[in-house]
């Protein structure tokens, strides 16, 4: 009697199901069925739904944004298809972008409009030793951006600049402070924030150029870098610090940075802080300047419902539009590819890089996990070809890109971060080698190739 009881007692029939489900997880079920596992078969088959019919998970997860033949084979069994099937279904949502939204196969090149007649740099009122460093890079004239904003953001005023990427924002609002730096070192301070670490480093850089020599002092602060050099960087002069909001506040919260002293403030790439979620990070660092007297916003796109954010952050502005403040993707070639696997995926990927037009390709895919795959799928193929995304660490992120920079590899693959932070002209292709999840990521991604007007391709496998 007391052994029966025991044998129905309801513990020992849940800790039962408890073995069976933790067997079924690690993928080594002893396949101990019995009519009382009947009972729960149910909940059972929920439970092992991630790691238990490896058939029907594939059938499932060939629609969604998962390596199914490329999973399955994976060392770490169950564990890897839960993040990459179930798992994923709340993070990597399957994309409902319609197909035919990927297709533009009539280019409408910029040039066919009517062309903007520009300042040449020396009939602006520029600094000599400025103008000089400004020839050595190449530099004749201004572009439209620039041109047009030059005289505002020189006198000190507000403004709002709608230009698309790769019309010379950077230059638009560096030249003019470096001027008045120039002029004056003890005023003009300027923090310059923006959305990513790549563009805070090109920020840099071309800072850096163009004052050379000029004893102009700058740092750039962002994250995956040691926080104690930052903090050294700190104890000395800077006229400009560059950054992204993160490490910026990290700075603020250490007591480490004072903007007390720092007057105007630079939002480049506003748009996209906002859909990155900065924000409240960007709001922070501006109520910290007290005697902030210059807001310099720059933009690609321009969304109404944005309109009451930029109002609180910048009064009594100019205007300066030189783009119609939409993504315009109309000089970019754009098709798409079905295939069946992601076998005969690889095989169509690997022709197309083959090709000589394929100089300079920028993939894309949605996860780490994918990207490092891939990486070494094209390397096995003897591609030239290197990888970035958020598992990498900031110096070996910067070393890729200089590398895809300086052609020593004709590939880069990436995850988002890489879209909306990459600045590099002469991009041949973009290939999305899975769907986007989203319009504006699509749009982010492809705006990569055809940058200043320029004919670009993209392509998307289906």
Do not use: W
């Amino acid at each position: 009697m007391r052994g029966k009881k025991r044998k129905d007692h309801s513990p020992r029939k849940k800790n039962n199901t408890q073995r069976e489900g933790t067997s079924e997880s690690n993928s080594r079920d002893k396949n101990n069925s019995t009519p009382k596992k009947n009972k729960d078969a149910g909940s059972d088959s929920k439970k092992s739904s991630r790691s238990g019919d490896r058939k029907k998970f594939g059938d499932r997860s060939r629609s969604r944004n998962s390596n199914s033949k490329g999973q399955s084979g994976n060392r770490s069994g169950g564990r890897s298809r839960g993040r990459s099937g179930g798992r994923s279904g709340g993070r990597f949502k399957k994309s409902d972008l319609d197909p035919n939204m990927m297709v533009n196969k009539t280019i409408k090149l910029k040039e066919e409009k009517k062309e903007v007649s520009t300042r040449a740099f020396s009939e602006l009122e520029i600094h000599p030793e400025l103008q000089s460093r400004i020839r050595k890079k190449g530099f004749q004239k201004a572009t439209e951006i620039q041109d047009k904003t030059f005289e505002i953001i020189s006198r000190g005023d507000n403004i709002i600049g709608i230009a698309n990427t790769g019309t010379g924002k950077t230059g638009a609002f560096l030249i003019p402070i470096i001027d008045r730096l120039l002029t004056n070192k003890k005023k003009h301070k300027t923090i310059v924030l923006v959305p990513t670490r790549e563009l805070a480093q090109q920020v840099e850089q071309e800072l850096r150029s163009l004052s050379k020599g000029l004893k102009i002092y700058s740092s750039c602060f962002i994250g995956g870098t040691s926080i104690n050099k930052d903090i050294d960087k700190l104890r000395r002069l800077n006229h400009v610090i560059i950054g992204t909001p993160g490490r910026i506040n990290d700075m603020i919260n250490r007591r480490a940075l004072k903007l007390h002293d720092f007057d105007k403030v630079v939002l480049d790439e506003f748009d996209t802080m906002l859909d990155m979620g900065f924000l409240q990070e960007v709001q922070k660092i501006i109520d910290q300047m007290h005697n902030r007297n210059q807001t310099i916003l720059f933009s690609a796109t321009e969304n109404p419902k944005q309109q009451n954010i930029i109002n609180n952050l910048v009064q009594d502005y100019e205007k300066v539009r030189v783009s119609e403040g939409k993504a315009n993707t109309d000089n970019i070639y754009q098709d798409v590819i079905k295939t069946k696997d992601d076998e005969e995926k690889n095989q169509m990927l690997i022709d197309l890089l083959r090709k000589e037009e394929f100089k300079k390709v920028l993939i894309f895919s949605e996860t780490k996990r994918q990207v490092s795959k891939l990486c070494r799928i094209l390397k096995k193929f003897e591609v030239k070809v290197d990888e970035i995304h958020g598992d990498k660490s900031q110096q070996y992120r910067s070393k890729a890109i200089q590398k895809f920079k300086s052609g020593s590899i004709q590939v880069m693959v990436a995850t988002d971060v890489a879209s909306r932070g990459i600045d590099i002209d002469n991009i041949s292709h973009v290939i999305n080698y899975r769907v986007p999840s989203s319009k504006e990521s699509y749009i982010h991604r492809i705006g990569r190739t055809g940058r200043a007007g320029k004919e670009g391709y993209a392509i998307t496998f289906i």
